[in-house]
């Protein structure tokens, strides 16, 4: 076994890496394994440890601790070196954060599906404004801060114009 230094990550259907060993010694576009599910790709500097044998020499793991965040007993977490991460913890909750490293938040997250995204909880809370591009459904009341949706179609429903008119169309 073998503690190195990565130097470089080559990505490919397999991963290849060069990283400095022993005192002189650089092993040099050898095979970097990783777990089913989760990949990475080190930045120079990262430590590895590597197994040897014979003339085979295989990497079988990468960290960065200049890039790891603190977790709790039992937590999960993935994270990049600008300060992104997904921590799984305790208590069920998970925290999603982008741009942490600049104490910031991303400018831009995007969630891509072609069918639909599905949230479910009690209450969904937004912070800042909604833009929505298409319709928007309720099963239950829109309320605002002034009166709900439904008294706003009450009042716009049964207005009349000046000179007698009533709306074209009802809300």
């Known amino acids: 076994m073998i503690r190195g230094i990565i130097q470089q990550v080559i990505e490919g259907a397999i991963k290849r890496f060069t990283a ?10 050898r095979e970097y394994f990783q777990h089913y599910g989760f ?14 044998e014979g003339n085979h ?8 601790r200049r890039y790891r965040i603190a977790l709790e007993e039992g937590e999960v977490a993935l994270y990049t070196d600008e300060g992104d991460y997904v921590h799984f913890k305790r208590g069920g909750k998970i925290e999603v954060l982008a741009g942490a490293k600049v104490k910031a938040t991303a400018p831009e997250v995007e969630i891509i599906a072609s069918t639909k995204i599905t949230m479910t909880a009690p209450l969904a809370e937004i912070s800042g404004n909604l833009q929505v591009g298409g ?3 309720a099963g239950g009341q829109i309320n605002d801060s002034v ?14 114009h ?10």
Do not use: K
């Open 162 to 171: 000046p000179g007698g008119g009533t709306p074209s169309g009802q809300m």
């Open 20 to 29: 400095s060993g022993r005192s002189d010694e650089t092993i040099a576009d």
């Open 135 to 137: 319709n928007i459904e």
């Open 57 to 64: 020499l295989v990497m079988i793991a990468s960290d960065d």
């Open 39 to 52: 990949t990475s790709r080190p930045l120079e500097g990262a430590e590895a440890i590597i197994i040897r």
């Open 147 to 160: 009166r709900s949706m439904a008294a706003d179609r009450a009042i716009y429903n049964g207005h009349t």
